[in-house]
């Protein structure tokens, strides 16, 4: 069984960072592709960032492109996510997810394509 611990999170003034952290359980953790998901309040969950199993290969919304950066340490069976210049409406739930299917090396899920998740860590940007 695999389980995903999330830490990192908090509040944070607009221009600001936080660095989300990941820890995954299981042998089999550099098979993963992972991703970071969120939920403003009274909205859907949105995948916002993925990464191949491998590391080769990113995805980004256009919401934290350029902003946001995942990133994956095989040998720590973390997954991270480091936010910089932090806006207001990046306030929301973060979730760290992982795909269990074994898929290319640069393959990158799509959002149904997740099937463990965290425990969810709050993010607050204050303006």
């Known amino acids: 069984q695999v389980q995903l611990v999330q830490s990192g999170g908090g509040l944070v003034q607009a221009g600001g960072s936080l660095r989300l952290s990941c820890a995954v359980s299981g042998r089999t953790f550099n098979t993963y592709a992972m991703g970071w998901f969120r939920q403003a309040p009274g909205k859907e969950r949105v995948i916002i960032a993925t990464?191949?199993?491998?590391?080769?290969?990113?995805s980004y919304s256009d919401s934290v492109k350029g902003r946001f950066t995942i990133s994956k340490d095989n040998a720590k069976n973390t997954v991270y996510l480091q936010m910089n210049s932090l806006k207001p409406e990046d306030t929301a739930v973060y979730y760290c997810a992982a795909d269990l299917t074994i898929r290319g090396s640069a393959y990158v899920p799509q959002a149904t394509e997740f099937d463990s998740w965290g425990q969810g860590t709050q993010v607050t940007v204050s303006s």
């Open positions: 990464i191949s199993w491998s590391g080769e290969s990113t």
